[in-house]
Structure formats: structure tokens, C-alpha cells
């Protein structure tokens, strides 16, 4: 019987929305591990400290709502590093709480660009530099929305969330050929983060925490060793499936 191997080192990744939070912590996580990363933000944006990975760190941006700015990225992640093996998918915000009474066409298609059409055309022009890789995969960031339905006013997010979900599958379906594998995550409530900080009033985080079975927010380390997880050759013979981890927030 052998080992999983859960070694990241020498991995060439792309985190897409990492200047912050789960996106910064995904990035953190595989710099720990040995990887190179291209992180899309500006380096001057970054909020936190790359330290001794620093030489490692690679730095691209763009608008991920944009395909030629979607695929100018990944080109210049692929050349900087000398190719990719593994991309996340982090892009995607709630933008605003607004009821569907009240929402207008654009804030939907708003919502539906930053989360799903950046997840499709990050798949799409990835998908010739992973298919060189012997170690292919891609990571969607979903939500425990997707699920759900979401709080108050995010019917629209909800709905966004649940298309890359169907999108995950989809594309792991069609790459798996290629030997890519595709797989989502969806985070419940993680603490500390710009989106509950924006989004989430002092109460309402007090309450999922109450409401969560473990009995505590998630970390942005949680999602990043579950995202390293999905990246590595241990879940090689898994694809198409969206992980939760929401600590008992809610069960299928």
C-alpha cells in the first residue's frame, strides 16, 4: 500500500483574487509548501506578509470579468513560472445585499460576471497550460450559499455560487480526458475575512457561529490545507465534487 503524497513543493499555481483573505491565505499556503505561486493582485495590494517566499511569489493583474484580460494573466502566470499545474479559482464577491424586489438588471448580471463568468473563462484559458502538466487541477471557490440560498438580500450571489457548482462539474467532465481534474469548495462562515467584515453585521457572526456545530468560525487555513488537499496527488482519483466546509454549519 502506498503513501499519499500530499507534497505541494515545485507545484506552479495560480491563485486568482488573492491580495486578501482566502485568496491571500490559499497563495500563503502553497508558498509554505514549496510551490511557486502567481498570486492576481498587485504586489503593492497585498495585505500581509510574503516573507521568505517572497522569491517565489509571482505578481499579475487584470479584470477576471474580462477575457482578454483573463487570458493575459494566465499567460503571464505560465511564462513566469515555466508552465501551471494547478489554478484556483478565487475571483467572485456578493457585491451588495439587495432583495430581488429590488434588484435591477445589472447588479444580477454584476453578480453573475464577477462569479461566474470569471470561474468559466479562468477554465477556459488555463485549460491549454494545464494540459501539458502531469498534475492538472483546478479549484472553484463556491459557497455554502450554493446550498442554501444565503442570508438576507443574496439571492443573487446564492444563485452564482450554485452555477459554479453545475460549472465544476461540467468542466470536470469535459477535462478529465486531458487529465485535469476539477473540483469545487465550499466555505460556510470563515472569520476574518474582508466579506464578512463588509457584509456580515457583529450579531449576524455571532449567530452562525451558534449555529455551527463545531462551534466555531472557519479559518482562512482551513480552506487553504483543504484547496492544498484537492491540488495534490492524494485526491487524484477525485473529481467533479464540491467539498464542503462549513465546521456543521449546515449538512447535506
Given amino acids: 500500500m502506498t503513501n499519499p503524497d500530499l507534497n505541494l513543493a515545485n507545484l506552479r499555481v495560480l491563485v486568482t483574487g ?12 502553497f508558498l509554505a509548501s514549496g510551490a511557486q505561486v ?22 499579475a493583474t ?10 493575459k494573466v494566465v499567460a503571464e502566470a505560465a511564462s513566469a513560472m515555466g508552465g501551471l499545474d494547478v489554478v484556483v479559482a478565487n475571483v467572485g464577491g456578493l457585491l451588495a445585499r439587495v432583495p430581488l424586489t429590488e434588484m435591477t438588471g445589472e447588479h444580477w448580471q454584476n453578480v453573475m460576471n464577477v462569479n ?15 494540459v501539458t502538466s502531469n498534475a492538472g487541477a483546478i479549484v472553484t471557490l463556491a459557497s455554502l450559499a450554493a446550498h ?4 438576507a438580500g443574496a439571492a443573487a450571489y446564492a444563485a452564482s455560487k450554485a452555477a459554479v457548482v453545475g460549472l465544476t462539474k461540467g468542466a470536470a467532465k469535459e477535462f478529465a480526458a ?27 457572526q455571532e449567530s452562525m ?5 463545531l462551534r466555531r468560525a472557519g479559518t482562512v487555513n482551513d480552506v487553504a490545507a483543504l484547496v492544498g488537499f484537492l491540488s495534490s496527488s492524494a485526491s487524484s482519483f477525485i473529481t467533479g465534487e464540491t467539498v464542503d ?8
Fill in 18 to 29: 488573492a491580495g486578501h483573505s482566502i485568496g491571500f491565505g490559499i497563495a500563503q499556503h
Fill in 38 to 59: 502567481t498570486l492576481h493582485t498587485r504586489a503593492s495590494a497585498v495585505e500581509g506578509d510574503l516573507g521568505e517566499f517572497r522569491e517565489r511569489a509571482h505578481f
Fill in 62 to 71: 487584470g479584470d477576471f470579468t474580462q477575457e482578454s484580460d483573463v487570458e
Fill in 116 to 130: 461566474v463568468t470569471s470561474t468559466f473563462l479562468t477554465m477556459k484559458h488555463s485549460h491549454s497550460h494545464l
Fill in 148 to 151: 442554501n440560498g444565503g442570508g
Fill in 178 to 204: 486531458d487529465g485535469i481534474r476539477v473540483n469545487a469548495v465550499a466555505p460556510g462562515f470563515i472569520g476574518e475575512t474582508r466579506f464578512h467584515d463588509t457584509f456580515s453585521s457583529e450579531a449576524a
Fill in 209 to 213: 457561529i451558534a449555529n455551527t456545530a
Fill in 245 to 252: 466546509i462549513n465546521g456543521g454549519q449546515w449538512f447535506r
